[in-house]
């Protein structure tokens, strides 16, 4: 199994830019999230999802955009990127049906100029 | 307003002796609490966690205690060792409430010193 895979694992933007940061996993799991990790704020989530066809705002939605067509895929879309998101993105993934740990993929590193 | 507080950036214990990381939380709605590790480069891996009707859970060399009444939970690890050293975070869920969404706390960095 592989688990939670993100792709790519560093990218470089110019401000203005638009680009997907790809997640997809292999474990059937219903919920997905997208996390964003910056010095000294932990990790804030950005969108969820409880199933294909179904997501939701987190923390810190703006900026982003986020659609689920399959339970496996679940990508995360910077409309016009800006310096201000400059991160580190996580992917999770866990079992629905009541509180399970979260599966995280190994991250994509995201630097905006 | 940040529901879920570490309140230590980092901390350095001896090999062999104990790590007790802490976390404290704003909302008593909280029913369930988890505790991650990671380490640089790779993403948080699930070490162990609690339900809000427990106040104490084992597994191995981890546990972790929950007090209601004071909103506060800990993770003892022992004994440490030095491939214990990474970022720590906890974690809270308001999962009963259907909503399922998971708060992270800020993370403490654990050096296990050989």
């Known amino acids: 199994n592989a688990g939670v895979t993100q792709t790519p694992k560093f990218q470089v933007l110019k401000t203005g830019q638009s680009m997907t940061l790809q997640c997809a996993q292999d474990m059937n799991h219903e919920y997905m999230s997208w996390y964003r990790q910056d010095p000294g704020m932990g990790l804030r989530l950005i969108h969820y999802?409880?199933?294909?066809?179904?997501?939701d705002q987190g923390e810190v939605p703006n900026g982003y955009n986020v659609s689920r067509s399959t339970t496996e895929d679940f990508p995360l879309r910077l409309l016009s990127a800006a310096p201000s998101q400059t991160s580190v993105y996580f992917c999770?993934?866990?079992?629905?049906?009541?509180?399970?740990?979260?599966?995280f993929g190994d991250g994509t590193r995201l630097s905006i100029l | 307003d940040q529901q879920v507080k570490q309140n230590s950036p980092s901390l350095s214990v001896q090999e062999g002796r104990i790590s007790i990381l802490n976390c404290d939380y704003t909302?008593?709605?909280?029913?369930?609490f988890l505790w991650y590790k990671k380490y640089p480069a790779e993403g948080p891996t699930f070490l162990i966690s609690i339900s809000s009707i427990k106040d104490k859970n084992e597994d191995g060399r981890f546990t972790v205690f929950l007090n209601k009444s004071a909103k506060h939970l800990s993770l003892h690890i022992v004994p440490s060792q030095p491939g214990d050293s990474a970022v720590y975070f906890c974690?809270?869920?308001?999962?009963?409430?259907?909503?399922?969404?998971?708060?992270f706390g800020t993370g403490t960095r654990l050096k296990v010193l050989a």
């Open positions: 999802s409880v199933g294909a066809g179904i997501t």
């Open positions: 909302n008593s709605m909280f029913d369930y």
């Open positions: 999770a993934s866990r079992p629905g049906g009541g509180n399970q740990p979260q599966h």
């Open positions: 974690a809270a869920s308001l999962g009963t409430s259907g909503t399922y969404k998971y708060i």
